[in-house]
Every structure is written in structure tokens, then in C-alpha cells.
């Protein structure tokens, strides 16, 4: 644990025309936040910087000194003031329920612009159209490694590579067409073939076979874990394949 006594931390980080250092900000913001008051010292070259590093011996800045003593960058500082450090590989749920929630919210925004209620049977389906629009896109952004990651378990793309490029453009297509509630004979049969190959693909990937992969259902730098939450994600665009021609023929009925 740190010397809570101390109160005087000096920080070494660089600020130049090119580039303010992200993490020297969030090390001075840490070190404000836990009553130290920072001598904050920058670094507005390169020459400065190396010469910095050159004659502390390290590679990276910021560095910041507590008392005179080096505690290191804005890592070394969080685990010096107790704080958890995250681990970019390790597994994590955040980008869906980033997507899931703010999936919810934009439902619930349509229905009350819509209807001018919040809660309704048209929610349901703007939620889960607008879901499969952000999963989509998230894919999108980098199809390249969105394929890479989706090969690693597709039954479908496994045979037919093309298919991992076409996914993402379809479960986009189809929760845009939902959401518009238009050309539900195309974008129903869509969801429900797309969403009945993944509920296969991850049913035998992780219930048969048991490999422990990672899900590029929120694109392919993701690190959410391959399993219950994907087989969700699928059986739902499975339904909604189901259940939107469903509706439109008991309404038109």
C-alpha cells in the first residue's frame, strides 16, 4: 500500500504540438484524485523525451515520482494506489452489454416518438433489430478480422469463406428492414438462415466440441468469450425470422 502521507508527486510526461500523451493526462487526473498535489513537468520534443528516458532508464513515458521515488507509468501508478489494473486479453462482456443496452434505449426512444409510450410489442422488435444493427456494424467497422475470428467456428463460412464477408452486411440489412418494418419477406428469411447457421456453428463449437474461442459477435478485436450469450444472440434472430412475417400475416389477416 502507498505512504498516504504523502502529498507531492512530480510527473514527467510528454506534450508536444503532435501529441499530448493520453496517459500523462490520466495519470495527472489519478494523482489529483488521490489528493497529491503534481508538479507537472512536460516533455515538448522528441530530443527532450529520449533524453528523459535515456537517463532514467525506461522505455515509455509517463513517469511519475512520489517523493523522489519512481513509481513508473500510469499503470504502475493504479496498482500503486491499489486500483485494478485492466488486462487487454483478458475475456469481458462489456461490448455487449455496451450494444444490448444502448439497443434497449434507442427501443424505447422509437416507441415513445412513435407511440408515445415506452413499453409495447413494437419495442421488443425495435430492440432486437436495432441490436442486430450495432452487432453488425461493430463487425463492419473491420471485416478483415471479423471473418479471421468467425472462420475459427462457422460451420457455413468454414465451407464457403465469401459467407464470413456477407454476414455482416446481412444481419445489418435485415435488422434495418425490421426496424423500418418494410420487405419483411426478405429481411425475415435472412435473420432466421443466418441466425439458425450461428446457433448451430457455436452449439457444436462449445457444447460439442468444448473449444474455448472468443465470439466475433461484437467484431473481430473483441475479447467476449464464444458461448450462452452468442447461442442467445442467434436463437433470438431466429424468432424474430419467425415472428415477423408471422405478425404482418395476422395483421394483414
Not at 489529483?32 to 522505455?59: I, P, S
Not at 487487454?88 to 461490448?95: F, K, N, V
Not at 439497443?103 to 407511440?115: E, G, H, K, N
Not at 418494418?181 to 429481411?187: K, P, T, V
Amino acid at each position: 500500500m502507498p505512504n498516504q502521507t504523502a502529498k507531492k508527486a512530480t510527473i514527467h510526461r510528454m506534450v508536444t504540438d503532435e501529441h499530448v500523451c493520453p496517459f500523462g493526462l490520466k495519470s495527472k487526473a489519478l494523482l489529483e484524485r488521490e489528493g497529491m498535489k503534481v508538479d507537472d513537468q512536460w516533455l515538448t520534443t522528441r530530443e527532450q523525451t529520449d533524453a528523459f528516458k535515456e537517463k532514467h532508464d525506461v522505455e515509455t513515458t509517463p513517469q511519475t515520482f512520489i517523493d523522489g521515488r519512481r513509481i513508473g507509468g500510469y499503470e504502475e501508478l493504479r496498482e500503486y494506489f491499489g486500483k485494478s489494473v485492466p488486462d487487454p486479453e483478458a475475456t469481458s462482456y462489456q461490448p455487449i452489454i455496451a450494444i444490448f443496452a444502448t439497443s434497449l434505449l434507442i427501443a424505447l426512444a422509437f416507441s415513445w416518438a412513435a407511440t408515445g409510450g415506452l413499453l409495447g410489442l413494437r419495442t421488443v422488435e425495435w430492440f432486437v433489430a436495432t441490436a442486430m444493427c450495432l452487432l453488425g456494424l461493430q463487425k463492419l467497422k473491420d471485416l478483415e478480422s471479423f471473418s479471421n475470428m468467425f472462420l475459427n467456428y462457422d460451420l457455413l463460412a468454414q465451407r464457403e469463406v465469401r459467407y464470413g464477408y456477407v454476414y455482416p452486411f446481412a444481419e445489418t440489412g435485415a435488422g434495418i428492414l425490421m426496424i423500418a418494418g418494410a420487405l419483411i419477406w426478405l429481411a425475415a428469411p435472412v435473420a432466421l438462415f443466418i441466425g439458425t447457421v450461428g446457433a448451430v456453428s457455436v452449439f457444436k463449437a462449445v457444447y460439442v466440441d468444448r473449444r474455448e474461442l472468443k465470439c466475433a459477435c461484437a467484431g473481430g478485436d473483441s475479447n467476449v468469450p464464444l458461448g450462452f450469450v452468442s447461442l442467445t444472440e442467434n436463437l433470438i434472430m431466429v424468432l424474430m425470422g419467425i415472428w415477423m412475417p408471422l405478425r404482418m400475416y395476422v395483421l394483414q389477416g
